[in-house]
Nanobody
Framework: QAQLVESGGGSVTPGGSLRLTCTASGLNLDNNNIGWFRQAPGKEREGVACISSINNTTYYGDSVKGRFTIVRPNAARTVYLEMSRLTSEDTAVYYC????????????????WGQGTQVTVDS
């Protein structure tokens, strides 16, 4: 059974950086489109970034453009979300998701999900 695992979350002060990691068992991430999503308390799940399995084309949510980068090292079976210039608005649980066919920033398009990792930005 496919299982995604996120790691790298934690607490950081405003303006700081974090790198989240997505790995998987029972699923080869290199053959899947990968999305990063986040959900803050009381808010809907928001698409942050996604990357294509075919040519590594990337897309970003408007709120993170220029600050976040999704990275898929060649044949590493790992996807990273590099986050910089973090603000309190970035506080949320971050999830990675995978789908072999669909690439988008909409959560409903993804089949496999991790359990999430908490990111807290607070002075």
């Amino acid at each position: 059974q496919a299982q995604l695992v996120e790691s790298g979350g934690g607490s950081v002060t405003p303006g700081g950086s974090l790198r989240l990691t997505c790995t998987a068992s029972g699923l080869n991430l290199d053959n899947n489109n990968i999305g990063w999503f986040r959900q803050a308390p009381g808010k809907e799940r928001e698409g942050v970034a996604c990357i294509s399995s075919i040519n590594n084309t990337t897309y970003y949510g408007d709120s993170v453009k220029g600050r976040f980068t999704i990275v898929r090292p060649n044949a590493a079976r790992t996807v990273y979300l590099e986050m910089s210039r973090l603000t309190s608005e970035d506080t949320a649980v971050y999830y990675c998701a995978a789908d072999p066919l669909r690439l988008s920033l909409q959560a409903r398009h993804y089949t496999f999900w991790g359990q999430g990792t908490q990111v807290t930005v607070d002075s």
